[in-house]
């Protein structure tokens, strides 16, 4: 039965990637045009917030907690910052048209096969001619953007009063952040072409596996030996807030190992809480930045969210859709893995398709072009999803009685960062995963005091 479903699922995949490789589609053109189609929808969107910036009073729901004064900042920073959004999406879209048009991927492989036989390396290692090709392609492309980075933490956060960061953190961050992506990522890829390579065409299952494990031991490895790099995290001390956090967690029995402070106040005064680790042993970080602008049941009742994410397990259902996600891009990528026509519409030699050793690495990378368009489908999928879990968690936190104090504290969150009073619905599905401010609160107002949770609990 199996066995009859995957022969059949591979005819189907053969077929369609006979169909596929056809001399006649031009891939670079459907490329370029589709990434057009998509900078023009997210132009098309932002238009649509812009008027909401213009607007004098802020929405009923936040009329009663937002000054006057607060309501212009917050209206100024976000027409700032969506301007900067603006300009960078149209700097990304034309760099990545320019490196198609100058064919630079292509440019950049024969260059990397250059360097490879300078240094008497050869070209027939295909994982190590990729590794450097890949190297020399992120790099082409991740360096432009690092003026609109400093601009947008020493200009754009900075008028609005929120740069904590100096020049120097800023430039060890950059440092910090390349070595680890070359530290990471290069081995990754290395194991990611080396499965395909060895598996053929049943890569999908094996690549599947591999790519699960990396992603729960980062899980492990980020907390512990990443994010130390970047921010200090020290046990909160003992007083009111540590013993009423600990109460919730027994309550709850949430398996509470560590309870931390995060110095996020170094970088930024934005401000924020969450909880990570193994499923019998997990640790929540708090924010220095909320604790200092929070009462201490508002700290609790933003904690009582967090918990909701646990209670019903959203972190582990959130994995597994961008498992299914990627099941998916794979299955399809395995009907472009041979296609000569991708190849040579970018510019490779077709033959490379085909003949063995394959560089696997530029048909993913040019198959990631031409699927790159859905990425605004799944945003919006996604994004439906991760809302639907926040009103839940804000739920869970009104059936622990919460309600008031979340309420509160999210007003007060939503003054300390600024956020946008007033949103576009279409602009707010595509960029926000949450959903806006006055919906949570209207959502809570709305929640009648039914305590599904603490009847279950009861029984413990
Ligand atoms: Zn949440």
Redesign the pocket.
């Known amino acids: 039965m199996t066995n009859s479903i995957v022969a059949a699922l591979e005819g189907v995949i053969s077929r369609l990637a006979a169909l596929a490789d056809n001399p006649k589609i031009n891939y670079q053109q459907l490329v370029i045009i589709s990434t057009w189609l998509q900078t023009a929808f997210e132009v098309y969107i932002i238009r649509r917030q812009v008027p909401c910036y213009h607007r004098t009073e802020p929405p009923p729901a936040l009329k009663n907690h937002l000054s006057g004064e607060t309501f212009k900042k917050a209206q100024v920073y976000s027409k700032d910052r969506t301007g900067f959004a603006l300009s960078k999406l149209m700097f990304d879209q034309l760099l990545g048209w320019g490196l198609i048009k100058v064919g630079g991927y292509a440019g950049l492989w024969s260059f990397a096969g250059k360097v490879m036989n300078s240094v008497g390396l050869g070209q027939n290692r295909v994982i190590t001619h990729s590794l450097l090709w890949m190297t020399l392609l992120t790099l082409s492309t991740s360096i432009p953007g690092l003026p609109w980075s400093y601009y947008q933490t020493f200009v754009l956060e900075q008028k609005h009063g929120f740069n904590k960061s100096t020049v120097k953190l800023w430039i060890m961050d950059t440092i910090k952040t390349y070595t680890l992506a070359a530290v990471i990522g290069l081995p990754v890829l290395a194991g990611f072409l080396r499965i395909i390579e060895l598996a053929g065409k049943n890569f999908v299952p094996w690549l599947m596996l591999f790519l699960l494990g990396i992603q729960l031991s980062l899980q492990i490895v980020y907390p512990t030996f990443i994010q130390p790099l970047f921010n200090k995290l020290e046990p909160l001390p003992q007083g009111e807030l540590r013993t009423k956090v600990e109460e919730l967690a027994s309550q709850l029995g949430f398996p509470l190992k560590h309870l931390y402070v995060i110095d996020g106040s170094k970088r930024s005064s934005h401000s924020n809480a969450y909880f990570y680790g193994l499923p019998w042993s997990k640790h929540i970080v708090i924010y220095d930045t909320l604790i200092k602008d929070s009462s201490v049941d508002e700290v609790v009742a933003v904690l009582g969210?967090?918990l909701g994410?646990w209670y019903y397990a959203h972190p582990t259902k959130l994995l597994v859709i961008t498992q299914l996600h990627l099941l998916l891009t794979l299955t399809i990528f395995s009907i472009f893995i041979h296609n000569k026509a991708l190849y040579s519409s970018f510019g490779f030699d077709p033959s490379l398709a085909v003949t063995a050793p394959q560089p696997i690495c530029i048909g993913f990378m040019l198959f990631q072009l031409v699927l790159e368009p859905t990425d605004a489908l799944v945003k919006f999928l996604l994004h439906a999803e991760t809302r639907r879990?926040?009103y839940q968690?804000d739920e869970f936190a009104a059936e622990l009685d919460k309600k008031e104090d979340l309420k509160s504290a999210l007003i007060k969150l939503h003054i300390t960062n600024l956020s946008s009073p007033h949103n576009d619905w279409l602009y707010s599905m595509y960029h926000h995963s949450?959903p806006t401010l006055p919906e949570r609160l209207g959502a809570m107002d709305e929640w009648k005091g039914q305590k599904r949770v603490l009847k279950g609990k009861k029984e413990l």
């Open positions: 969210h967090e994410h879990m926040e968690a949450h």
